[in-house]
């Protein structure tokens, strides 16, 4: 067979082959020439975990190298299964379980007091710069689900999601991204660095969606089911950038001690087991050169507060000590300040602010900061500020079929303990498509 005729076939075979993945879900028509990179990707047919590709965590009591989970949890080979397309990661009360003596690194011990299993698996194969894709749903208790990354000297949390907090209801619809530094010698090693804090607006529990993360050397993007939430380029995050080495991919579960106390979990949280399903799992990468974040069109009038309070209604002063420019709105008393702002029907929006509750104290004083919005033919929905330093939040939400506006509110209510507000933007969501892929 002459040579180009060769290539034409292979060529053929490989774009049949990759058909139906051959492209983020952001970017259908394929713009950006993503190419999957099959040692890191799994569409998870079949019956079981190609182990070529996969280590499982605790296989024949081989933890690889690595930990053997959050304490008190420990991973279980016995809780992975590929099955009907999917990957599942189930999480047990399992006190019959023969866990580790060991004490984890946060100082629970294994299996105490909460005999809990969860899995992992972690890519044998590494990679770096691409399109990391996930889509699935979280498992329905109090556990973790997340999809992440390490690598020499810095890790990505593409999410981490938490199913089901009872004490905490923005916990189950959070879409929480972040850096964690491993750098030999660097003052903030062992550390979460770096964080975006997205308020979806469903349970991450409650339904399959699409997780995308973006990762180049010039900047990260993070999309929710093919709409773009937030880019953050490199300048950006300055000495917190730690993502500059090759990958491995992992998936897991994890008693999260922060979000519920291990001492209050009960057999009954975990039934017969949560599940958290993952239909693939895709890495592509592109050798083209992508665009930096793209400037968003902010429908806020005097955002920032450069312009004093003008176009804001309530109670606030200005404040200098400004998060961008030289103005901040500040709340002293309990309070509130709004604007309203023409929208369009059926849209999906992502509002952000900085903000800071310089009062709390991070030790028994913690108070509260609501951005939010309503009226706006849809359900009142907002995200909660509370370190003391500027933190940026998300929150996202689509309007009802007959809205043409809705109030943008920034309230302190009812603790009424100082907060300050910069930098508020509201932005249509890009890309924002109704696309209930099944
Ligand atoms: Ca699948
Ligand atoms: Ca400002």
Not at 38 to 45: K, L, Q
Not at 194 to 200: A, I, K
Not at 262 to 283: H, M, S, T
Not at 391 to 419: C, L, M, W, Y
């Amino acid at each position: 067979m002459p040579k180009y005729l060769l290539l034409t076939f292979l060529t053929l075979a490989w774009w049949t082959q990759a058909s139906g993945q051959d492209a983020p879900y952001s970017d259908p028509a394929n713009a950006g020439g993503w190419i999957l990179n099959e040692s890191v990707s799994d569409e998870f047919d079949g019956n079981s975990l190609d182990l070529n590709k996969w280590n499982i965590l605790g296989l024949r009591g081989n933890y690889f190298g690595q930990w053997k989970g959050r304490a008190p949890s420990q991973y279980s080979s016995a809780n992975v299964h590929v099955g009907e397309g999917h990957l599942t990661i189930t999480s047990r009360w399992d006190p019959d379980f023969d866990f580790s003596n060991s004490a984890g690194s946060n100082g629970y011990r294994y299996g105490k007091p909460a005999p809990v299993t969860t899995g992992c698996v972690i890519t044998k194969a590494q990679f770096k710069y691409g399109y990391m894709e996930m889509r699935c749903k979280a498992a329905d208790g109090p556990i973790s689900s997340s999809f992440w990354t390490t690598g020499a000297g810095g890790e990505i949390d593409v999410f981490e999601h938490y199913g089901d907090n009872t004490a905490n209801p923005y916990s189950s619809k959070r879409y929480h991204t972040s850096f964690h530094d491993w750098r030999k010698g660097s003052a903030t090693f062992g550390k979460r660095i770096w964080t975006n804090d997205h308020q979806l607006d469903f349970r991450v529990a409650d339904a399959f969606h699409v997780y995308g993360f973006e990762w180049n050397e010039r900047f990260i993007k993070m999309y929710i089911d093919g709409t773009l939430i937030h880019c953050v380029t490199k300048e950006e995050m300055g000495n917190k950038w730690v993502a500059f080495s090759e990958q491995r991919v992992w998936i897991d579960s994890e008693t999260f001690d922060w979000e519920v106390n291990p001492a209050l979990l009960k057999a009954a949280d975990f039934g017969d087991g949560q599940e958290f399903i993952i239909d693939y799992c895709r890495v592509w990468q592109s050798n083209r050169d992508s665009a930096a974040c793209e400037p968003r069109t902010n429908l806020l009038a005097n955002p920032g507060f450069e312009a004093g309070l003008t176009s804001w209604r309530g109670s606030a002063e200005v404040s200098h000590d400004a998060h961008a420019g030289s103005s901040a709105a500040v709340l002293q008393t309990a309070g509130a300040i709004e604007q309203t702002v023409a929208l369009r029907p059926n849209t999906t929006y992502i509002l952000s602010a900085w903000a800071t509750s310089p009062n709390t104290n991070q030790k028994d004083l913690w108070f509260n900061a609501f951005l939010g919005l309503r009226d706006h033919g849809n359900t009142v929905t907002n995200t909660r500020f509370f370190f003391p330093y500027y933190h940026r939040k998300s929150v996202q939400f689509t309007t009802g079929p007959d809205a043409t506006s809705a109030v943008i509110f920034f309230t302190n209510n009812p603790h009424g303990e100082k907060a300050i507000i910069d930098d508020i933007e509201l932005i249509e969501a890009p890309g924002a498509v109704n696309r209930a892929r099944e």
